[in-house]
């Protein structure tokens, strides 16, 4: 597969559990992220420029999603050493300037990234 490509899972599909802290000072879990009629759970980063070049759309279509009961949650799995572009300060500038309204948080061990594989 090539590395553009995401690994499709089923819908569905039971999600890892997860307790991760956000750029808004609060954890967060599946419980909280999850609306009425689902979640979305998105694994993006600062740095990726297919990231880069869909953020709007992802910010479009989370908020389509809310109106509908369907919540979304971006996870950042990033070594933020390696990717300083990553950083949570960074992760902060970046939800700001594309109008997140949806939780952003890290996976600093890459525990949840692989859990979901």
Request: proline share 7%; net charge negative.
């Amino acid at each position: 597969m090539p590395d553009n490509v995401s690994t499709p899972v089923a819908l569905g599909w039971p999600a890892a559990q997860f307790d991760l802290p956000g750029i808004d000072g609060r954890r967060h879990t599946l419980a909280t992220a999850r609306g009425p009629n689902g979640l979305v759970v998105m694994f993006i980063c600062n740095h990726c420029p297919y990231v880069k070049a869909a953020i709007d759309r992802i910010v479009r279509d989370a908020d389509a999603l809310a109106s509908l009961g369907i919540g979304s949650i971006a996870i950042m799995s990033n070594d933020a050493e390696s990717y300083p572009e990553d950083s949570f300060d960074h992760m902060k500038t970046f939800a700001a300037a594309h109008g997140f309204r949806f939780p952003y948080v890290v996976d600093e061990s890459q525990e949840v990234a692989r859990a979901y594989d």
